[in-house]
Nanobody, 123 residues
Framework: QVQLVESGGGLVQTGGSLKLTCVAS????????MGWFRQAPGREREYVAA????????FYADSVKGRFTISRDNSKNTLYLQMNALQPEDTAVYYC????????????????WGQGTQVTVSS
């Protein structure tokens, strides 16, 4: 059973940067699609970025393109999200997720979720 634990959230000023880390345990996630999602108060959980299992394809939400970078280190069973030029609208709980099927185009393909880490961007 794969478990995901996120870290790296916090409070940052507008224009600042944070790097989120998601460590997987229980088994290797090398064959899993991996992604990041976020949920702001009163809003649905939304797709932020995702990698295919081999990281040969990457998808980003339009709202974060050019500012966020997803990466993975399969040797460490770890997923990252580098977030630059943060804006108040990026404030949310950020979740790491894994897709056991390897499919990543839809949120519903992700069947393993972490507990989330809070990111707050002050104006």
């Amino acid at each position: 059973q794969v478990q995901l634990v996120e870290s790296g959230g916090g409070l940052v000023q507008t224009g600042g940067s944070l790097k989120l880390t998601c460590v997987a345990s229980g088994q290797s996630v090398n064959s899993y699609g991996m992604g990041w999602f976020r949920q702001a108060p009163g809003r649905e959980r939304e797709y932020v970025a995702a990698h295919t299992r081999t990281a040969d394809r990457t998808f980003y939400a339009d709202s974060v393109k050019g500012r966020f970078t997803i990466s993975r280190d399969n040797s460490k069973n770890t997923l990252y999200l580098q977030m630059n030029a943060l804006q108040p609208e990026d404030t949310a709980v950020y979740y790491c997720a894994a897709s056991s099927s390897g499919l990543i185009s839809l949120k519903n393909y992700f069947d393993i979720w972490g507990q989330g880490t809070q990111v707050t961007v002050s104006s």
